[in-house]
C-alpha cells in the first residue's frame, strides 16, 4: 500500500515539476527580452516590522493599472506589469500603509517588505476583511478570517480564547449544543468539515468533550473558514474547510506569551534560529481541574482523571532566497474517568518546503502524518486487585499524505495546479479482555483508502469590474486490501438489517473498489460601484470517509470508516449567491460599516443513516446495518459589521432548513436533521471607551456575545403501549419535535497593565460572565417511567450549564 502511494506520489510530483520547471525557464527567458515584448514581474515576501512573521491577505495594489495580488498563505506575492514605473499600495488592516516606486524597465524586481502595526490602537473588528473593503473587492464569498487579536477579545466559556466556539459566532455556523464536539456548516454534519492545521487534517478539534478546541491561541496566526466557493486545491470534505495557521515564531527576538486561568494555564516561548535565517515557536498548555478538585472528592472518585493537554511546535529555516522549509506539529490528549476511562488524542506532523522557481511561479509542497485514536479502560486507575479482571479497547484513522501546489502569476490571472495523494489507515477497534488471568483479544481488521487528485484553478480579472475564478479537481479513491469486504443480501424490507451472503479476501494492495469523481468549480464577482458588488459560486465536491456516529451530538469515542464496496463517497453540490456592500466610508481607512447577504442551496447524495438497533461498536458487519439517504439544506444569511467606534462588533442572522430523506425511516418521507437550527441570531459587541486626557488610552475594554437559536429535532414519542402497571413509549416519525429555544449572554472586561519604562512586560486580567442570566438550555430532552407511578412517563430536560459561570485569567507577554 504505501509503495503503490509512494509510486503515485513519485510519478505526480515528477510531472508536476518538470512543467512547473519548463514553465519557469520560459518565464526566466521572457524576463530578457526587450521591454517592447513582456511584462516584468514584483515579487517578494512581506513580514511583520515586529516579529518577522510572514502576513496573510496583505493587498499590494498597482495605482496606474488599477491591478494588484494578495499575498499568499506563506506572505509571497508577485505582480506582472506592462514594463515602466510603477506606485504600489500596501495595505493591511491594523498595519502603517505604504507606497512604494519601482522601475521595471529591464529586468523583473524583487522587493521584500516589513509592515509597522500602526501607532494608534484601531478599534476595529478583524473577521471577514484583511484589507479595506476586501469583502466587496475580493472575489471569495463565503469566507471568514477571523484575526487572533478579535479572538482575544470575545468573552469565552471560563475565559479562555477558543478557535471553534469564536467561529460559531459568524453566519452558517451552528452546533447542537453545548459541549458537543466540532460544528455544522450550512447544513453540513461534523465529519464533512476539513478542518487543517498547517495543513495537516484534525480528526476532532475538541478538548473535554467539546468545551474547548485543541487549537492553542499561542501559536495561531490566521483562521479561515470557507463555507462555500471552495477553490480547486481543497477536497475531501462536502460541508467546509476550516484552514488554521500556525505562527512561524518570532524571529527578531526572543518572546514568552502565557496565560493563568481557573481550568488551564498556557505557555509559549518563540525565538529566532540560525541568525536571523529562521525561527520556532513551542507552546504547552495542561487543565489542572482534576488536580484543584481531589480534596473534595469522596473516597471512591479519589484518584480520578480528567484532564487535557496539548503541545504544539513550529520551526522554519530560510535556506536562501528561493527556498525555505518548514516543521511543525500537533500532540494533545484528553484523559477522564474514575475506575473506568476514556482516553483520547491527536497528532499531526507537517513539513513544507516553499521555493521560488521564478519571479512568477511559486511552489509548496507539503507531506504530512496525521493520527487520532481513542481508547476505552475499565481499569484507568490501574488498582493491583484489577490486574487479572479489565477490559480495554481502542480505535484509531492515520493519514500519510504528499501535496505539491504550485501557484503561477500571469498578469491578470493567477493559476494554480497541483496534487495530492492520501493513504488512509482505519482500525475500527481492537479489544482485550481478560477474567480470572485469562485474556482474550479480538476486534476487527484494519480498512485501507487510496485517495488521489489532481486540480487546476485560475483566479482572473476579465475587466475593472468583472473577475472569475474557475477551476477542475479530478479524485480518484480505491479501497484496497488486504481484508475482507462482504457483500450483503439487498431484498430485504426497508430499514432492516441486511445479512451478508458472500465474503471475499483481498491481499495487500489489492485493489477491492474504486470512484472516481470530476468536481468543477466556479465564482465570480461583479463590482456594482467601487463599494458594492455581487458574487455568485457553485462547487462540487466528493468525501469519501465517514463517520460513524447515531447519538445526538458526536463523541470522541465515534468510529471513522472509508467508502467501500457498500459505502458509496459522500457527494455535495452547492450554488450561492451574495450582495455586498460597504459604506460610512472613513478617510484613509476604508469603509464603517459593511453589510451582505448570501443565499444557497446544497444538494447531498449517499448520506449515511442506521436502522433501528443497529450495533455501531467492533461489528464486523455494520454495513449490513447502514443505510443510505439524500440530503438538503438551503438558506439566507445576513450580515452587518461595524469596523471602527467607541463601540464595534456585528450581527449575523441565518435562517436555514437541513432536510434527509431516507428508505426505511420515517416511511420515505423528508425529516429535519438532527444538526437543523431554523433561526440563528449572534450579536458581538466591542467597546473601546475612550480616555480621560488628551494623549491617553483607557486600560479597560469590553465585550459582550448574544446568542439565540431555534431547538434542534429531537424525536419524540406520540404514542405508548401499556401492558398492566408499566408503559413502553411509541416514537412517532424521525425528529418530529423540537427542544426549546437555545438563548445565551456573555460578558467580559479585560484591564490591561500599567505600561513600565523601560520593560519589556506586556499583562492583562480578563473577567467574564458565561451565561450571565443562567438560562437552563436544553441539550436534550429524554424519557422515562415516573418512579413513584411506573404507567406514568415523564420528560427528563438535561442542561449542561444551568447556571452563570464567572471567571479570571491572567495574560502575561515579555
Known amino acids: 500500500m504505501k509503495h503503490t502511494l509512494l509510486r503515485w506520489t513519485v510519478a505526480l510530483f515528477a510531472t508536476l515539476t518538470a512543467v512547473a520547471g519548463a514553465r519557469a525557464q520560459t518565464d526566466q527567458n521572457t524576463a530578457t527580452r526587450p521591454a517592447s515584448q513582456a511584462n516584468y514581474t514584483v515579487s517578494g515576501y512581506i513580514k511583520d516590522a515586529a516579529n518577522g512573521e510572514k502576513l496573510i491577505g496583505v493587498s499590494v495594489y498597482v495605482k496606474e493599472t488599477g491591478t494588484g495580488a494578495v499575498t499568499n498563505n506563506y506572505g509571497f506575492y508577485a505582480v506582472p506589469v506592462p514594463p515602466g514605473i510603477y506606485s504600489l499600495v500596501i495595505s493591511y488592516v491594523g498595519y502603517e500603509k505604504q507606497t512604494r516606486t519601482v522601475e521595471l524597465t529591464d529586468k523583473n524586481v524583487r522587493l521584500d517588505l516589513e509592515l509597522k502595526e500602526e501607532g ?3 478599534q476595529e473588528v478583524v473577521v471577514s476583511t484583511q484589507r479595506e473593503d476586501d469583502n466587496v473587492k475580493n472575489i471569495e464569498m463565503s469566507v471568514n478570517r477571523i484575526d487572533v487579536k478579535t479572538l482575544q477579545r470575545i468573552p469565552a466559556l471560563l475565559g479562555e480564547v477558543d478557535v471553534v466556539r469564536s467561529i460559531q459566532l459568524l453566519p452558517g455556523v451552528s452546533t447542537v449544543g453545548e459541549g458537543a464536539t466540532g460544528f455544522n456548516v450550512r447544513g453540513g454534519s461534523i465529519d464533512q468539515n476539513l478542518v487543517l492545521l498547517d495543513e495537516a487534517p484534525v480528526y476532532n478539534s475538541s478538548h473535554l468533550f467539546g468545551f474547548f478546541s485543541v487549537f492553542n491561541p499561542d501559536a495561531v496566526k490566521d483562521v479561515k473558514l470557507i463555507k462555500g466557493g471552495i477553490p480547486a486545491n481543497y477536497g475531501g470534505r462536502i460541508a467546509s474547510i476550516l484552514d488554521v495557521r500556525l505562527k512561524e515564531g518570532n524571529a527578531k527576538k526572543p518572546e514568552v506569551n502565557g496565560g493563568i486561568g481557573l481550568i488551564f494555564s498556557r505557555l509559549s516561548f518563540e525565538s529566532p534560529l540560525f541568525k536571523g535565517r529562521g525561527s520556532f ?9 482534576d488536580i484543584l478538585a ?27 532566497d528561493k527556498n525555505t522549509v518548514y516543521l511543525s506539529g500537533y500532540f494533545g490528549r484528553d484523559v477522564f474517568g474514575a475506575d473506568f476511562g476514556f482516553n483520547w488524542g491527536n497528532t499531526t506532523a507537517s513539513a513544507r518546503w516553499n521555493h521560488v522557481f521564478s519571479d512568477k511561479l511559486f511552489l509548496n509542497t507539503t507531506a504530512y502524518y496525521s493520527n487520532y485514536d481513542y481508547s476505552l479502560d475499565s481499569d484507568l486507575k490501574r488498582k493491583p486487585e484489577n490486574a487479572d479482571d479489565y477490559f480495554r479497547t481502542n480505535s484509531r484513522i492515520v493519514d500519510y499524505s504528499i501535496k505539491p501546489d504550485f501557484t503561477l502569476f500571469l498578469g491578470k490571472s493567477t493559476i494554480t495546479f497541483g496534487g495530492q495523494s492520501i493513504l488512509h489507515d482505519f482500525q475500527p477497534g481492537t479489544a482485550t479482555a481478560a477474567s480470572a488471568g485469562t485474556v482474550r483479544t479480538f476486534g476487527l481488521g484494519s480498512k485501507y483508502g487510496l485517495e488521489n487528485a489532481l486540480y487546476l484553478g485560475n483566479e482572473q480579472q476579465v475587466s475593472r469590474r468583472l473577475q472569475l475564478q474557475y477551476g477542475l479537481r479530478y ?4 479501497y484496497i486490501g488486504p481484508g475482507e469486504a462482504y457483500d450483503f443480501a439487498q431484498d430485504v424490507p426497508p430499514g432492516q438489517r441486511r445479512p451478508p451472503i458472500n465474503t471475499l479476501t483481498y491481499t495487500k494492495g489489492e485493489p477491492i473498489k474504486t470512484y472516481g469523481n470530476v468536481e468543477p468549480r466556479f465564482a465570480a464577482k ?40 457498500n459505502i458509496k463517497p459522500q457527494i455535495a ?10 459604506f460610512g466610508a472613513v478617510s484613509g481607512s476604508g469603509s464603517e460599516f459593511e453589510v451582505s447577504v448570501e443565499m444557497y442551496y446544497k444538494w447531498l447524495q449517499n448520506q449515511i443513516d442506521y436502522i433501528d438497533g443497529a450495533n455501531l461498536i467492533l461489528n464486523k458487519y455494520l454495513e449490513g446495518d447502514l443505510l443510505s439517504g439524500q440530503g438538503r439544506a438551503y438558506g439566507a444569511e445576513f450580515y452587518l459589521k461595524r469596523n471602527r467606534g467607541v463601540v464595534n462588533g456585528w450581527v449575523s442572522y441565518t435562517l ?39 494623549g491617553r488610552v483607557s486600560r479597560w475594554n469590553f465585550s ?28 412517532g416519525g424521525r425528529n418530529n419535535y423540537r427542544i426549546p429555544p437555545y438563548h445565551r449572554l456573555d460578558l467580559a472586561a479585560t484591564l490591561q497593565g500599567r505600561k513600565r519604562t523601560g520593560k519589556r512586560k506586556d499583562d492583562n486580567w480578563v473577567f467574564s460572565v458565561y451565561n450571565v442570566y443562567a438560562r437552563k438550555n436544553p441539550f436534550s430532552v429524554f424519557f422515562q417511567p415516573n418512579a413513584d407511578n411506573p404507567v406514568v412517563t415523564q420528560a427528563i430536560r438535561y442542561s449542561v450549564f444551568a447556571t452563570a459561570i464567572p471567571s479570571v485569567t491572567y495574560n502575561f507577554k515579555f
Do not use: C, M
Open 120 to 122: 494608534k490602537q484601531l
Open 281 to 289: 515557536i513551542v507552546a504547552a498548555r495542561r487543565s489542572y481541574a
Open 294 to 320: 481531589q480534596p473534595f472528592l469522596n473516597a471512591d472518585l479519589k484518584g480520578s482523571k480528567f484532564y487535557f493537554y496539548d503541545l504544539t511546535a513550529k520551526a522554519n529555516y530560510r535556506i536562501n
Open 475 to 478: 479524485s480518484l479513491y480505491t
Open 526 to 565: 461583479y463590482e456594482l460601484g467601487d463599494n458594492s458588488s455581487l458574487k455568485l459560486s457553485y462547487n462540487r465536491l466528493a468525501q469519501y470517509i465517514h463517520l460513524v456516529s447515531n447519538t445526538t451530538a458526536s463523541t470522541p469515542l465515534d468510529v471513522w470508516t472509508p467508502s467501500t464496496n
Open 573 to 582: 453540490d452547492q450554488i450561492a449567491g451574495g450582495y455586498f456592500k460597504n
Open 656 to 694: 436555514a432548513r437541513t432536510e434527509r430523506q431516507v428508505v426505511g425511516i420515517n416511511n420515505g418521507d423528508w425529516f429535519a436533521a438532527r444538526f437543523d437550527r431554523r433561526h440563528n441570531l449572534t450579536t458581538v459587541l466591542l467597546i473601546d471607551p475612550p480616555a480621560r486626557g488628551e
Open 704 to 731: 459582550a456575545t448574544f446568542t439565540l437559536a431555534s431547538g434542534t429535532p429531537a424525536t419524540f414519542p406520540t404514542n405508548r403501549f401499556q401492558y398492566e402497571d408499566f408503559a413502553t413509549p411509541v416514537v
